[in-house]
């Protein structure tokens, strides 16, 4: 089975504070994503990678950062937090080499409140 | 940019019913269509997908997909309790990230 884990669970953080998400996975998937989760909006692709050392900027990336160490860890930064950016945040996995078959994998998300 | 709606909002059925829900998206070319479920407090989860023309069944779970009028639909089969849950229906991209554009969700209630 799967596995995607994201630290912390929850987070309370002050405007123009820097918050890093956390996220590892341990399925040796390529590919990980960052979404963001509000309601009316469903989830929102911020960024993801396709490897070790690389990111790209998905649909709502500014005001984040990623980073992408290693295959399994990737973390999303938030340099200077505002209040827009409380939300549930969701990582994920997935295998492109599967094609059409390819599932994505998801967190147990992160729930971040930026007063 | 493509776009994904989800119809109803909310829906409630007793226990034992049909449960239906639909799905439209805006690109014909989209790649394969998604079906997540997602429990409060909870990350998505994969339910079933689908890529061709036409349904897929897996279990209670049956999928129609119909590129023509841009529509698929979910349909759960003798629905449970524990089937009370958000569905998400994701479109994935063939762009080369293999991105999956979501609707907002539809929240569904089976009451015992």
Known sequence: EAAVTQSPRNKVA??????????NQTNNHNNMYWYRQDTGHGLRLIHYSYGAGSTEK??????????RPSQENFSLILELATPSQT?????????????????????????LLVL | QEKVQQSPESLIVPEG???????????????SIWWYQQHPGKGPEALIS????????????????NRASLHVSLHIRD????????????????????????????????MP
């Not at chain 1, 998905?58 to 980073?67: L, T």
């Not at chain 1, 492109?96 to 390819?102: F, K, M, T, Y």
């Open chain 2, 50 to 65: 689908i890529f061709s023309n036409g349904n897929k069944k897996e279990g209670r779970l049956t999928v129609y997909l």
């Open chain 2, 17 to 31: 019913a049909m449960s239906s829900l639909n799905c439209t998206f805006s690109n014909s070319a989209s790649q």
């Open chain 1, 58 to 67: 998905g649909d709502i990336p500014d005001g984040y950062k990623a980073s």
């Open chain 2, 79 to 110: 629905s449970q309790p524990s089937d009370s849950a958000v569905y998400l229906c994701a479109v994935s991209l063939s762009s080369g990230s293999w991105q999956l554009i979501f609707g907002s969700g539809t929240q569904l209630t089976v």
């Open chain 1, 87 to 111: 939300s549930v945040y969701f990582c994920a996995s997935g295998d492109p080499r599967l094609g059409v078959q390819d599932t994505q994998y998801f967190g147990p998300g992160t729930r």
């Open chain 1, 14 to 23: 002050v405007t123009g504070g820097k918050v890093t998400l956390s996220c």
